[in-house]
């Protein structure tokens, strides 16, 4: 269950593409016009995937690599909420509550950090002072993906 002290967004990812929901209908409706194939993960907004594992007990520093910043730049949790879509079909038991992602306006802007494996952000924020700190923190240069709400 997702704590309600943080916000939280849906994160569509095709290919390579990204994009930002809040709401499921939304997904669904670009998923299946789009015949898309790919994954929809649960974010928390302005929290390092990282971080958020921690605190929410999904993940714990067992070795000194743990705390190295391209470890936290590239790390991704299978513990966030997430489902599978391929060829614009949503399969019904990977249908996922999605109470806790908030509603943005239509012009709210996001960015996520996205490091050398390329796979999945390690990070989500609407703020754009979190996002330099994150930056700075990690002391390596991530991609920085330029996201708006769908």
């Known amino acids: 269950m997702m704590p309600p002290k943080h916000q939280w ?3 569509l990812k095709e290919d390579s593409n990204f994009a930002v929901f ?3 209908e939304k997904i669904k409706t670009h998923v299946q016009a789009a015949s898309s194939t790919g994954t929809a993960t649960l974010y928390p907004i302005n929290m390092p995937v990282y971080d958020w594992a921690i605190i929410e007990g999904f993940f714990s520093v067992k070795r000194a690599e743990h705390q190295a910043p391209t470890f936290m730049a590239n790390f991704s949790s299978a513990s966030q909420p997430h489902f599978h879509f391929e060829k614009g079909q949503i399969p019904m038991d990977e ?3 999605i109470t806790k992602a908030h509603d943005f306006s239509e012009n709210t ?3 996520a950090t996205l490091a050398d ?8 924020f609407d703020n754009r002072e979190l996002l330099e700190a994150w930056i700075q923190r990690l002391a390596v240069s991530p991609a920085i993906l330029d996201l708006k709400n769908n």
């Open 22 to 24: 809040s709401n499921l």
């Open 109 to 111: 802007h996001f960015w």
């Open 95 to 97: 249908a996922v509550d």
């Open 9 to 11: 967004v849906w994160l």
């Open 117 to 124: 494996s390329g796979n999945f952000p390690s990070a989500l």
